[in-house]
């Protein structure tokens, strides 16, 4: 149990597109998704959290116009990158967690997409 | 958030155990000791979890110090699919959003 998808595994686009990514999970119920991003040979870094039904809580130094998060349901959360520039290239991540005592501490991971803008 | 260290990188032979330690001297007591491991090209996955009492499950042991200062993720008989990054994260319970703050991780290398 507790898998998390995302779509598309890896992109290539253009420079000034936009590209979304989804995040889903298969077999529980969401209320809290999280978006991260790790550039090469670096650590993952936390852009933002959402919750279902609201609107997503950013870090700092990341830009919410840029990099827009809608979590419209339990299942589903997506992250857009708009007008994508070869700086955004990176692995993009998310994870899920559930409510609960015991599931509370624990995130469960999507495989990861790996974005290359030109 | 109370901060971890770890060493950067660990070599092992396959099928011999390892020890990845963590230091945790700033850890709260509602802290709890998350261990989450990515292999290449791949989101994390959770490993373990512990509050006071050592923990073992499928994957591997967790071992805290009295003090809680410390850890040690204890695999027992490392596979060359044990190769990856092991993350030492402190989670406060009472702190809302269960936000996971991951430092630079041990990077485990398996010699067959």
């Known amino acids: 149990g507790a898998v998390v998808s995302q779509h598309p595994s890896r992109v290539i686009c253009k420079s000034g597109t936009s590209v979304k990514i989804e995040c889903r999970s298969l077999?529980?119920?969401?209320?809290?998704m999280f978006w991260y991003r790790q550039f090469p040979k670096q650590s993952l870094m936390l852009m933002a959290t959402s919750n279902e039904g609201s609107k997503a809580t950013y870090e700092q130094g990341v830009e919410k116009d840029k990099f827009l998060i809608n979590h419209a349901s339990l299942t589903l959360s997506t992250l857009t990158v708009t007008s994508a520039h070869p700086e955004d290239s990176s692995f993009y991540i998310c994870s899920a967690s559930t409510t609960g005592t015991r599931e509370l501490e624990t995130q469960y991971f999507g495989p990861g997409t790996r974005l290359l803008v030109l | 958030d109370a901060k971890t260290t770890q060493p950067n990188s660990m070599e092992s032979n396959e099928e011999e155990p390892v020890h990845l330690p963590c230091n945790h001297s700033?850890?709260?007591?509602?802290?709890?000791i998350h261990w989450y491991r990515q292999l290449p090209s791949q989101g994390p996955e959770y490993v373990i979890h512990g509050l006071t009492s050592n923990v073992n499950n499928r994957m591997a042991s967790l071992a805290i110090a009295e003090d809680r200062k410390s850890s040690t993720l204890i695999l027992h008989r490392a596979t060359l699919r044990d190769a990856a990054v092991y993350y030492c994260?402190?989670?406060?319970?009472?702190?809302?959003?269960?936000?996971?703050?991951f430092g630079g991780g041990t990077r485990v290398l398996v010699k067959p």
């Open positions: 994260i402190l989670i406060n319970r009472k702190a809302a959003g269960n936000k996971l703050t």
């Open positions: 700033t850890i709260s007591g509602t802290d709890y």
């Open positions: 077999d529980f119920q969401a209320t809290t």
